[in-house]
């Protein structure tokens, strides 16, 4: 006879839990230290768990979304703990990819995992080695294992998107290698595109990241120049810009910053600048309006929206005749710096009336020839005998000097007639 023995062997139920959280986010897969999120790392309670109350430790660690940009590489860890009285293995781990993530095949941390493009889920391959996690004993830490993805943030994904990334056990076995069954949990059952955070199972869990917004700003500066381009800062001047009344501080207006986001990159902001009061001493730009016009683009890296230059535009017309086809002076130019759009407005000096000329002095010699001094009549002299006045022939080669000559010959005449005078009035006295 032979006899055949069958034995039914009834395994307990094992209970794994599993955590999943950013360890780190690079721009280049680096991961230095100083980029870990270190408080997103799992603390565990086990007062429940170990006065009975709870078949599940109380796991806490920050479910925030992190911030991250696009092309951002991000370090994740999957942790397999073992809450249960019994040794048992993860033997396979899923994680399911959603859009936006990107799976790096040339990680060294991914060499454990196969992707299926189609599903879009990871699972643990042959490269995986499922560590034996020992049963737990009460006032014990729980034994754990790790396992660590890398993904990259598309370059495709909207801005102020929320990305979801769950993991889950999809298989577990006793430590012989026979399946297991878990007490508080199912492998394998979650949906995706149905899965709700913090309604899942102990053996599921999920990060999230937000794709951060990108931005940026300008701000406009509306500058008062004379002809020469010099700036008037001395002397105040009165606009109007989109119908909100401004003035110059030290020649410059300048606007609050603008704002760039998705909402209004592909929009063009117009300014509209009319001078109210000119400087003082200076030409108003009369019935002449300013039109700016900002447009604004991604930048080359794609981590910023900046002022396209390119398109910037500013022009004038005359308010007064808008079919005036003149030439006008071009009162306004624009610059671009750092961010900074500059107007600069020109203003003309109003020119004075000319003085008019004071007639040439005439112009003295170095050395001048000493002039003549009036001289005083002399006293009547009672006339005795007329004298005959001599001519004095001028030749030519007198005529230069002529008049030295005759002021000698007068100036000798009035000494005598003073010397006869002298004399007659001694005489007279004499007689008396």
């Excluded at 009834?10 to 230095?32: C, G, H, Q």
């Excluded at 196969?114 to 391959?125: M, Q, V």
């Excluded at 600048?273 to 001493?281: L, M, N, S, V, Y």
């Excluded at 050395?367 to 003549?372: D, G, I, K, S």
């Amino acid at each position: 006879k032979t006899k055949i023995v069958v034995k039914v062997v009834n395994y307990p139920k094992v209970d794994l839990s599993l955590r999943k959280y950013i360890t780190a986010v690079s721009k280049d897969m680096s991961f230095e230290e100083e980029e870990y999120y270190k408080d997103r790392e799992p603390k565990v309670d086990l007062e429940k768990l170990d006065n009975g109350e709870s078949t599940t430790a109380k796991y806490e660690h920050d479910k925030v979304p992190v911030i991250v940009e696009k092309g951002d590489y991000i370090l994740y860890t999957i942790r397999v703990y073992n809450e249960g009285k019994i040794n048992a293995i993860a033997s396979e781990v899923t994680d399911y990819l959603p859009e936006g993530l990107e799976f790096v095949q040339d990680a060294k941390e991914n060499n454990i995992w196969n992707f299926d493009k189609e599903t879009r889920k990871l699972t643990t391959n042959e490269k995986y080695e499922a560590k034996l996690l020992d049963a737990h004993e009460e006032g014990k830490e729980l034994s754990y294992q790790d396992l660590q993805v890398v993904c990259k943030v598309s370059e495709e994904i909207e801005e102020d998107t929320n990305i979801l990334n769950i993991a889950e056990i999809t298989e577990i076995k006793h430590e012989d290698g026979e399946p297991a069954e878990d007490r508080d949990s199912t492998p394998n059952n979650v949906e995706p595109d149905k899965y709700k955070p913090n309604d899942g199972e102990d053996d599921d869990d999920y990060e999230t990241v937000l794709i951060k917004s990108i931005k940026g700003e300008y701000n406009i500066k509306v500058v008062k120049v004379d002809e020469n381009g010099k700036t008037i800062s001395d002397l105040v001047t009165k606009f109007k810009i989109n119908d909100e009344e401004k003035e110059t501080k030290d020649g410059i207006i300048e606007m609050p910053k603008v704002e760039i986001n998705k909402n209004n990159v592909d929009k063009k902001d117009e300014y509209i600048i009319k001078e109210e009061e000119a400087p003082e001493g200076y030409k108003k730009n009369e019935n002449i309006t300013i039109t700016l016009e900002v447009s604004k683009k991604l930048s080359e890296d794609g981590k910023s929206y900046v002022i396209d230059e390119t398109n910037l535009v500013v022009s004038q017309k005359e308010t007064k005749d808008e079919d005036n086809k003149k030439e006008q002076n071009k009162i306004a130019s624009v610059t671009v710096k750092d961010g900074t759009v500059e107007v600069k407005v020109v203003n003309e000096k109003i020119k004075q009336p000319d003085e008019p000329k004071k007639p040439d002095e005439p112009k003295q010699p170095d050395n001048p020839a000493p002039q003549p001094q009036p001289q005083q009549p002399a006293p009547e002299t009672p006339k005795t005998q007329d004298t005959p006045k001599k001519e004095i022939p001028r030749t030519p080669a007198t005529g230069d000097i002529l008049p030295i000559v005759v002021l000698s010959i007068i100036s000798l005449v009035l000494v005598l007639n003073i010397v006869q005078i002298v004399i007659s009035k001694k005489k007279k006295k004499k007689l008396q």
